[in-house]
């Protein structure tokens, strides 16, 4: 028997659809990923590569925003689960400011 997940957020959880730049704060180099929901201070997103980071880990994400420019989010990762293969969902806490 499949086990129901438990809802941790205290925010709405929102979908989303959209490339994204992500990079450890240690890391040299942005990776690609693709945002898949977000909350009031959490998102959650796609990740293809076989370098995990860990839990508690700072990073920086840029999304692109409604007018075309982008904005810099920092946090950190809250969760890593293995999707398939090489792609893992990586959860995440980010500072909302200047969020619109």
Known sequence: MK???????KSKRKRASSLIWWKPSAAKYMQQGWLIERSGVSVGFLYRGNTIPRQATPFTMLTNTH??????EEGFISRIEHVHEDVRFI??????????
């Open 3 to 9: 086990s129901q997940a438990v809802e941790r957020r």
């Open 91 to 100: 959860g995440a806490t980010v500072n909302t400011a200047g969020r619109t």
């Open 67 to 72: 007018d075309g420019s982008y904005l810099v």
